[in-house]
């Protein structure tokens, strides 16, 4: 099996607080990440496949196309976006790096597999900071509740 790994970046802002509870709550467990005027952070998502090399090609999968695909699943969405405002696929969730990864891993695993059946993803990793990073494979994911902290905002035109 061969590993073939793409790295992508992201601006977004976002803010972890949970409104069933109190500001002192939420500022005693997110600290100034429960900023009321939020903050932001220059992410990296490192997009892990696998597969065997085409024999015609000797490739797993064209570097190109798995960027277009990380891009246009995920990049496209959240650069320069509020993530918990702007993201219709976070919407109402609270916008920690875990929950993050698995709603990445969500959108990619199925968009992998349609556009390359021979490749499948393995792993996720997404650095928020130089000492703050989550990893993820996958796992679990049938036990994970699609909880919403609230309603998202839905914007009504007439």
């Given at each position: ?18 409104p069933?509870?109190?500001?002192e709550q ?9 900023n ?8 990296e ?22 960027s ?64 703050n ?23 009504k035109?007439?």
């Amino acid at each position: 099996m061969v590993y073939i790994c793409r790295r992508e970046t992201f601006n977004a802002s976002h803010k972890l607080y949970n409104p069933n509870w109190s500001k002192e709550q939420n500022e005693a467990l997110f600290g100034v990440c429960a900023n009321q005027n939020w903050h932001g952070h220059n992410f990296e998502l490192v997009v892990t496949v696998k597969g065997m090399p085409d024999l015609e090609t000797g490739m797993v999968i064209d570097y190109k196309v798995l960027s277009k695909i990380v891009r246009r699943e995920i990049i496209e969405k959240v650069h320069y976006k509020n993530l918990n405002l702007d993201v219709d696929f976070l919407a109402g969730k609270m916008p920690s790096c875990e929950i993050l990864i698995i709603e990445f891993w969500k959108r990619l695993a199925p968009a992998i597999q349609q556009e390359s059946p021979r490749t499948t993803l393995h792993h996720l990793k997404l650095v928020e900071t130089k000492n703050n990073s989550v990893e993820y494979m996958g796992e679990g994911l049938e036990h994970y509740q699609d909880l919403r902290l609230q309603e998202p905002n839905v914007v009504k035109q007439d």
